[in-house]
């Protein structure tokens, strides 16, 4: 057990690191399990179906980089400028979705009139703003164009409500930010089981359910670890050299063999992110940290809205893919990743060049305790 003068080193240590490798590794494996969770051509009983589990595990990426960035601009400056934040998120995320949206609308309608075509159109509103996972009926049995877009409108609406409550209830301390956490996961837990039937309407209950876990325990631990108090023992648990490894391995069983409720692959894939940020000594931290890993996580935002369209491309062009997911899945993440890397060199970086304006200023007398640039890049 680490002593606590060494714990303090170590938490002074995360506060002024201003990026983690790790963690880009972390979100090359997300999109490689996505990609090939849509390479399928149909549902696959075990692990191999389970790919959709990259999508928690960029929610848990988010809400502890995110929640992470808001805790250090507080630190730095004294309070949270809400509408720099809200820029700095519009620049990352409108200019790529809404190109990849327009192309999608101007393919489907040169298309023969369909279920799925009018379908798409009829959710257009919900898809342009951020609320497909409300209103979009997923219950069809045809092929639902743009409907990945239901995660995009998750983390969105998440970057709307929480840097509120985290400027409103950090000044009560992180003991009442994490409390706020606590009670939005119990309630999202007890609608996903139906225990809220009857007392919220059905539109509430929609809302509520939307709600990721993943996202919050990631939240939840970036709180804790913020705070003196409880990072100690957050670092006994998951700052040792064999805790990221092991708590992957914990997620990778959970996902073999699901155990229980869903929630507890959230846990274990947030920890597994809190773990891999604290120290970044060890052989799997270096390995996450590997350049070409660091190159996919880099360009993943990109890659999540171009494989749905490159999958179908190729099945298109090749119908006897869809019947071979070990050839579809890398010719689909290469391609995707090619897509990805020029977009995000010739749209994305001139664009979020002009964040640069909307960076929190540090107080003269605060100290240099964060890493808000690379941390900000989710």
């Given at each position: ?6 714990a ?5 240590q ?7 490798p790790?963690?880009?590794?972390l ?9 090939w ?5 149909r549902?696959v ?7 959709h589990?990259?999508v ?8 502890f ?7 250090s ?5 004294d ?22 949206l ?25 898809y ?11 219950g069809?049995t ?24 985290v ?10 930010t994490?409390?706020?956490?606590v009670?939005?996961i119990g ?11 009857g007392t919220?309407?059905?539109?509430a ?28 023992w ?27 409720p ?9 920890a597994?992110?809190?773990a891999?940020?604290?120290s970044?000594?060890d ?18 935002y990109?890659m ?6 490159v999958?179908?491309l ?5 119908p ?8 579809l ?7 995707s ?6 977009s995000?060199?010739?749209l994305?970086?001139p ?6 304006r ?11 305790t964060s ?5 900000a890049?989710?």
């Amino acid at each position: 057990m680490k002593e606590p003068a060494e714990a303090g080193a170590a938490r002074r240590q995360f506060l002024t690191t201003t990026y983690f490798p790790a963690l880009d590794g972390l979100r090359a494996i997300a999109i490689a399990a996505v990609v090939w969770h849509h390479s399928l051509p149909r549902a696959v009983p075990g692990w191999l179906g389970r790919g959709h589990v990259g999508v928690p595990l960029f929610f848990a990426l988010s809400g502890f980089l995110i929640t992470t960035l808001l805790l250090s601009e507080r630190r730095a400056t004294d309070s949270i400028n809400l509408g720099h934040f809200w820029i700095r998120r519009c620049l990352r995320i409108f200019p790529l979705y809404y190109a990849v949206l327009l192309l999608f609308a101007l393919s489907l309608a040169w298309r023969e009139p369909s279920d799925a075509r009018r379908h798409f159109f009829e959710n257009l509103p919900f898809y342009a703003s951020y609320t497909s996972n409300w209103f979009v009926d997923y219950g069809v049995t045809h092929p639902i164009w743009f409907g990945f877009a239901w995660s995009l409108s998750t983390e969105e609406q998440f970057y709307v409500w929480w840097p509120p409550l985290v400027r409103t209830f950090q000044r009560w301390g992180s003991w009442a930010t994490a409390g706020v956490l606590v009670a939005l996961i119990g309630l999202d837990q007890l609608a996903e089981r139906g225990l809220l039937d009857g007392t919220l309407s059905s539109a509430a209950t929609r809302i509520l359910t939307s709600f990721s876990a993943a996202l919050a325990l990631g939240a939840l631990l970036a709180v804790l670890t913020a705070n003196e108090r409880s990072f100690p023992w957050l670092w006994r648990c998951l700052g040792g050299r064999a805790s990221a490894a092991g708590c992957l391995l914990v997620a990778g069983a959970l996902i073999w063999q699901p155990i229980g409720p869903s929630i507890t692959i959230d846990l274990a894939l947030a920890a597994s992110v809190a773990a891999c940020a604290f120290s970044p000594g060890d052989w799997l931290r270096r390995g996450l940290g590997a350049r070409p890993l660091v190159q996919v996580g880099r360009v993943s935002y990109g890659m999540y809205l171009f494989h749905v369209p490159v999958i179908g491309l190729l099945r298109r062009s090749m119908p006897w893919l869809s019947e071979w997911p070990t050839l579809l899945f890398p010719a689909s993440f290469l391609a995707s990743f090619a897509l990805a890397s020029l977009s995000y060199r010739h749209l994305e970086s001139p664009i979020l060049a002009l964040r640069e304006r909307f960076r929190p200023t540090r107080q003269a007398t605060a100290p240099l305790t964060s890493g808000e640039r690379a941390r900000a890049e989710v």
